[in-house]
């Protein structure tokens, strides 16, 4: 039976970048930076698709999920730190 440790050594992780606008994964030795500057979530996600959608790169969409959660993870500390932490719509009373 495989190993499903989360400590395997294949897993991928995620590594602080050299900029707050850089994601960075580590899989296989190997190390992924992604740009994503605020607005660029959009094109992180097509590159994402395109490099897992080549079947030269390494990078699969379990990988491509967890580098788009931590872009959630950034987009929603953004919106929290900017004072959006409320983004439920508000009802008009009166």
Do not use: I, Y
């Not at 872009?71 to 009802?91: E, V, Y």
């Amino acid at each position: 039976m495989p190993d499903f440790s989360p400590h395997h050594d294949d897993a991928p992780r995620l590594e602080e970048g050299g900029s707050p606008d850089e994601l960075v994964l580590l899989k296989a030795r190997k190390r992924f930076v992604f740009p994503c500057p605020p607005g660029g979530e959009a094109n992180l996600l097509a590159r994402l698709r395109g490099m897992v959608n080549d079947p030269s790169c390494e990078l699969n969409w379990f990988d491509a999920a967890v580098v788009s959660h931590a872009m959630g993870q950034r987009m929603s500390d953004r919106l929290s730190s900017a004072g959006g932490g409320d983004l439920a719509p508000r009802r008009r009373t009166g």
